[in-house]
Structure formats: structure tokens, C-alpha cells
């Protein structure tokens, strides 16, 4: 084997490391695993390095920074007002009140996050333009003629700020509902045996309560808002992402669009702290281990009125509306190559989805059961570094596979060449290899945040059992674990399937050539002004994304009844 010195530094290697021994080839895997999903970060982190400054970046400093930052700043300001608003107080309403409809809208106030902000996007420039229906029939209906009346246009900064919080505000819907059913139930009932009025009850109570699962779910919302592309650039809004995309694609200059990425990254690193900062030191307990009953408040009258008024509103506008609109034009018009060709989109989306899916559940296991079994925080640690993926953008993805992954190609090319005579041409960017990794660093938190915490469930003692009758860490992994986590399994590959059936930013830079997506298809016919004909591949989307959505919904309605 070793020297005994070579062995001696190990050891203390291992003990600096606070490892008592040797890592398992498990956690070998899972750390190697773990190293190669966070290239793509620390390659665009490694553009901020100095003396990486190229020419592009310097001009783009000088004129259209400015303006990227100014548009950023305020997407987010507007987006973050919005969703805390609207996700705040359908949350109040829906968990605290009784009205007509309330059981509905429980559920129903998810279904926007169905709809990709690009649909969005797509579906109420159709509805609101000038030869839409809407300004149609006002000038039908009141002989106005063109130019004589003014209508607010939709493709603006403003209009993007609407479009992104009537689809993001669900996110923070569902974690103030959550902190309201589970931290302010029993405070409240004191509350009200105190004489306090409902406003003083929410002011003074539920939302300091809720304030920490507020804040994350805004955070959640402008990332999302920070990672789009499809609305913003169909807008013609210049943000960080479109920025990125100009660099690479309009000025060929992968160097730019890796700092345009790397400020962008900042953006979303200044956003994680400020939602750290926002809670302080302060803790947020509950007073018990389960969620302290409550009475809802029946509401009557014009109060009952105002508040099936304020929850239809956002359902109206971030779903309804727009699938209405996606399947009148469907059926109307759809797409003219709706056969053979929508298949062979459908076929390309489902088959990227479905192995990324299994790829990402199959790494969430290896790198979560690692970190279980090991004695250390290092693997606990990787796992947080891999899943900061999330929160980056599609385009800051590409940006960070791109770079590493064609270096490696063209080696790889040049080997073969030198040993076989023949060009096989680019292995992993010419195909989807290089689509699927990027997929992977993008939603493998999706896949390994639900694996953690149904692997945090099954108490050790299982672990403990299973090594007492000789079985080690695959076979118990294979014999006790994974049946458990089986519906877990599924979630998680779901949501993760749904994630990228949605991608766009992603698909449009990494996609092999001649390659199209469901996603990318939406987005060109759009892009033309062709938007009946884009309906078609939008509509699809949108029905994908409802199952999810669904499943959740009623997985949490029956764990409340399960309380």
C-alpha cells in the first residue's frame, strides 16, 4: 500500500478535513459529481479574474451597462412590490377567512406558475395590440378612429413588471400560506381574546410571523425574474439576459457574455444576502410541534365580495385569461405544421425533459444519501454549492458550460483526429450532451432539495438496522431506501421534467443545429409576430406544467388533513 509517512499525511489530512476516515467511494462519487456540476459557476466567476477585460466589455460598459442596470433594478423593484402584495394577501385571505369559493382558490392560486412568462408574454401582446381584440372592439363599440384615444402598450418595462408578477406571485402565495397555517394560528386566536381588530392581528402578528417565508418567496420570484429571457427580449426590455445574448450570439464574444454573466451573478448573489439580512438574527419558532388550529372568519356581504374579487383577479389574469386565450387561438388558427411537425417538437421536448429528469433524480439520491452516511460537512457543503444552480439564469448556464465544455471538444476532436485519420466532428456541442449538463446544473436543486428532505424523514435507526444484518451503504440504499422514497422519486422528476420543458433561455443558446423545442418553436413564431401559429406549442406547455401543479396541490391539502 503506503509508506508509513504517506499514510501519516492522509491521516492528517483526513483529520483537518474533520473526517475520521477514509471517504467510502460513495462519497468519492458524489464529491466528484458535486465538482462537476459547479464548473459552469466558477468558469463564469473565473471572468471577473483581472486582466480577462476584452474590448466588447469595455465598450459595453461605456454605453449600454448603464441601461442594463437601471432596467434590472427596476424589473425587480416592481416584481418584488407585486408578488408580496398580491401572493401576501390572497395567503391572508384564503387561510384565515371563510368566503364563497375559498376551497377553489386554495388550489387554483397556484395554476399561473404553469404558465412560462414568455406565454404570458406572447398571449396578452396578441390580446392588447393594436389590432387585437381588445382595441378592436373599443373602437367598434365607441367610433374611435386610430390615434384619437390612448391605450397603454403592453411591450414596455412596465408591461413586463405586470406580466411577471401575475405569473410569479404564487410563489410567494404558497410560503406565507404555509407560515400563516403553521406559526400564526394560535397567536391569532390570543390575539383576538385580547381585543385586537383583524388589521391590528395581521399587522401586529401574522405578518411579522410570516415575514421570513415572505421574503423567501419574493427572492424565489426574482430569480425567476432574473433568468428570463423569452418576455423580456419579446419586450424589447434590455436587461442582463439579453445582454448576455447580444455578446454572444450579435458580437461573437464568449469573454463579454461571460462578465455580462458574471454581473448578472452578482445581481443574483446581492439578492441572497439581502434576503439573509432581512432576517436578522431573529428566530421564528412555532409554539409547538404542530400547526395550532384556528377559527376562520366569515366573511359577508360586500367584505365577502371584495374578497372573492381579490383572488379572482390574479387567477383571472396569470391563468385564465391567457389559456382561454392560448386555445381559442389554438383551435381558430393553431399551427399550420401542426402534424408531423408539432410531433417531432413534442418528441425533441419530451426526450430532453425525460433525461434530465432521470439524470437529475439519479444524481439528487448519490448526492444526498452521501452526505448522509459521511461524518463530515464537506459533501453537505458540495450539496450547497450545487445547488446555487438554480438560482442562476439559463443564459449564465450556458455561458458557464459553453466555455469549458467546447474546450474540452475540441481536444477531444483533435485526439480522435490524430489517431484515426478521420474528423468526428464536435461529440458533446453537437449534440445534446452538452444541453443535458446544462439542464442538469440548472435544476438539479429542484430534484435535490425534495430528495433531502424526504432522506431527512426515515429516522437512522433504519441505517443502523440494516448494517447490523451486514448490508452496506448501496445495498441498504437499494433495499430500504429507495422504496421508501419511491413517490418522492417521482415528485421530484416531475417537477424537474415540467422545469425543463419550460426552459428557454438555455435551449435557444445550447441547442444542437436544426434542433427545436416546443419552448424555442413558441419563442421564433413569436418572435415573427406569427402568434396564432405559436399558440399551438405554447398551449402544450402550459398544459404540461398544470399536472405538477396539481399533484402538489392536493399532496398539500392532504398533509393538512393528515395534522
Known sequence: MFPVEQRNNYNCLFHWLNVA?????LQVAALLTAALIAIPLLTVAASLLPGTASQTWAHLADTVLPSYIASTLYLCVGVGIGTVAIGTAAAWLVTMHDFPGRRVFEWA???PLAVPTYVMAYTYTDLLQFVGPVQSWLRATFALTPGSYWFPDIRT???AV???TFVLYPYVYLLARAAFLERAGGMLDVGRSLGLGPWRRF????LPLARPAIAAGAALALMETLADYGAVSYFGVQTFTTGIYRAWFSLGDREAAAQLAAALLGFVALLLLVERASRGRARYDGAGGRPQPHSHTRLGGWRAFGAVLLCSVPLFAGFVLPA?????????SGDAQFGERFVQLARNSFVLAALAALLAVAIAVLLAYAARTARSSVPRLANRLVGLGYALPGTVIAVGVLLPVTWLDTRLAAAIMELTGRSPGLLLTGGIAALVYAYLVRFLAVSLQTVEASLGKITTSMDDAARSLGHGAFATLWRVHLPILRGSLLTAGLLVFVEV???LPATLVMRPFNFDTLAT???TLASDERLAEASTSALAIVAVGVLPLIILTSEIARSRRAR
Open 157 to 159: 418595462l412596465g408591461g
Open 109 to 111: 392560486l397556484v395554476l
Open 521 to 523: 418553436q413558441a419563442y
Open 203 to 206: 399587522y401586529s402578528i401574522a
Open 501 to 503: 420543458m419550460k426552459e
Open 324 to 332: 382561454s386565450v392560448l386555445l381559442h387561438m389554438a383551435i381558430g
Open 21 to 25: 476516515k477514509p471517504p467510502s467511494s
Open 162 to 164: 405586470v406580466i411577471f
